[in-house]
């Protein structure tokens, strides 16, 4: 390999990720190093070379953006990996290396919606009440939502919940997208379902259950993004690349 291939460091887990690390391994003077927290069973593995499992917080970020001579980061994880992109800003300041995030777009919100600033404040909104709720918000907050009362919850998340069910009153459902509207109408029909709960995830893959709830006049239950650390940004992986492309 020529000695003037600069390796970028690409923070993944989501398909912006996916399709940033393709566009750039076909970017004269750069090679792209996915990194992803190795959570989801069978990924799908991006052009390039691929690690798993974490850097150990930021010093082990910082390490290996030392030792692999990184000249750049690129943030594409999920809005709500709130975590690793802290890691990022810290561990990139402290190292001195270039660092931008790759963003979706959130979803406007629409006249009906109720808005929860996190996990909890939407959980509590079911407190006392007798609702059949679809969470789709992914497993690590679920706990938020024990002790809601008389309401049914059907959690759906993409690799199946090995440890028993996390909820009392629960339904499981593992099923990895993209999801058609009507698929999703019929989920929300099958199981009489009354609120859908979903992340401010942003982005085309996620809107078919929107599209689905307002069609079946299901109530929306919206957490919001959380804050993140101020760095410059961009929306699609064209701008990601054409970033580089000026370094
Ligand atoms: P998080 O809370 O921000 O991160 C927790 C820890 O996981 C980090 O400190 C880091 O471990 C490791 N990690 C996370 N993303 C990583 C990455 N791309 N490469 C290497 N290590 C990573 O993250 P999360 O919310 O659990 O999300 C995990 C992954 O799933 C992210 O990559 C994200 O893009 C993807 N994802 C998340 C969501 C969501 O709703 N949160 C939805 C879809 C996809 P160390 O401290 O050991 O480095």
């Not at 390490?63 to 809005?79: C, G, N």
């Not at 990139?92 to 996990?119: H, N, T, Y």
């Not at 990895?176 to 009354?194: Q, S, W």
Request: net charge neutral.
């Amino acid at each position: 390999m020529s000695e003037s291939v600069r390796a970028v460091l690409i923070l993944g887990g989501t398909g912006e990720a996916f399709n940033l690390a393709g566009r750039i391994d076909a970017l004269p003077g750069w090679r792209p190093v996915t990194s992803m927290a190795g959570r989801t069973r069978s990924p799908r593995i991006p052009a390039g070379e691929v690690v798993f499992g974490g850097f150990g917080g930021v010093e082990g970020l910082a390490e290996f953006l030392k030792e692999r001579e990184v000249s750049a980061v690129i943030d594409a994880t999920h809005p709500f990996a709130e975590q690793i992109t802290r890691n990022a800003a810290e561990g990139c300041s402290e190292a001195g290396i270039p660092l931008l995030r790759l963003e979706r777009p959130p979803w406007s919100v629409k006249a009906g919606w109720r808005c929860f600033p996190d996990a909890g404040a939407a959980a509590r909104f079911f407190r006392g009440r007798e609702e059949r709720v679809l969470i789709t918000s992914g497993r690590k907050e679920l706990g938020v939502f024990a002790g809601s009362g008389a309401s049914f919850f059907l959690v759906r998340t993409v690799d199946p919940i090995q440890d028993g069910p996390p909820l009392e009153n629960c339904e499981l459902l593992a099923a990895r997208g993209p999801f058609t509207v009507a698929g999703e109408k019929k989920i929300l029909c099958d199981y009489g379902i009354t609120w859908l709960v979903t992340k401010n995830s942003g982005g085309e893959a996620g809107l078919s259950k929107l599209i689905a709830a307002e069609e079946a006049g299901v109530g929306v239950c919206v957490i919001n993004r959380p804050a993140l650390p101020d760095c410059e940004r961009v929306e699609t992986a064209l701008e990601a690349a054409r970033w580089l492309e000026r370094l």
